[in-house]
């Protein structure tokens, strides 16, 4: 199956400073890849759609201009969690469907990356 | 998006057949409906997927009434390694279809 890498799987960052975590889809192109985070013991939730070449779309109650994200190629997506605070601990995961495949293909998601802010 | 209402949790011994069943009443005709299988600390990982019946791969059966509006993921033998979370989504299946994640099934398997 198709491969979708985060970097890095885990960061420990001092409060106040932004964080970076990158998803690639290591052998797919993907126009669009998707942004989640987990607390623990709690389901997924969706925070922001990325889309490659134009602004990502966030859902209600993310903040846009805490929660960066940047689409620069088609496989390549990036998160920066900007002055973070131990409340942005969390589990981020981001997944990405191919494009040019068949229509009812599943999501593959990322490892994830263990953010804890400290 | 269709909600969907899953079991918290399952318990099981190894060896036995587990089926989790999803409930999905308003999903729309365009939807399918997807498994995924989550290690903690780990990404979802793909189970099944389906529109209507049955259908099997090396790991699972789904299967799926003629109404669509509910669902039953079927793990036969299960072990000890299949102890995890299940969630069952429904959505589109487009690059852009957002996937919604409900509260998922802790399956627990022991001996």
């Known amino acids: 199956g198709a491969v979708v890498s985060q970097h890095p799987s885990r960061v420990i960052c001092k409060s106040g400073t932004s964080v970076k975590i990158e998803c690639r889809s290591l052998d797919f192109q993907a126009t669009t890849m998707f942004w989640y985070r987990q607390f623990p013991k709690q389901s997924l939730m969706l925070m922001a759609t990325?889309?490659?070449?134009?602004?990502?779309?966030?859902e209600q109650g993310v903040e846009k201009d805490k929660f960066l994200i940047n689409h620069a190629s088609l496989t390549l997506s990036t998160l920066t969690v900007t002055s973070a605070h131990p409340e942005d601990s969390s589990f981020y995961i981001c997944?990405?469907?191919?494009?040019?495949?068949?229509?009812?293909?599943?999501?593959?998601f990322g490892q994830g990356t263990r953010l804890t802010v400290v | 998006l269709a909600k969907t209402t899953q079991p918290i949790s399952m318990d099981s011994y190894e060896g036995q057949e587990v089926n989790i069943t999803c409930s999905h009443n308003n999903i729309a005709t365009n939807d399918y409906i997807t498994w995924y299988q989550q290690f903690p600390s780990q990404g979802p990982r793909f189970i099944i997927q389906g529109y209507k019946t049955k259908v099997t791969n090396e790991v699972a059966s789904l299967f799926i009434p003629a109404d669509r509006k509910s669902s039953t993921l079927s793990l036969p033998r299960v072990s000890l390694s299949d102890t995890a979370v299940y969630y069952c989504l429904v959505g589109g299946t487009g690059t852009a279809s957002k996937l919604t994640f409900g509260t998922g099934t802790r399956l627990q398997v022991t001996l």
């Open positions: 997944s990405a469907r191919p494009i040019g495949r068949a229509l009812n293909t599943e999501a593959f």
């Open positions: 990325s889309n490659e070449g134009s602004k990502a779309t966030y």
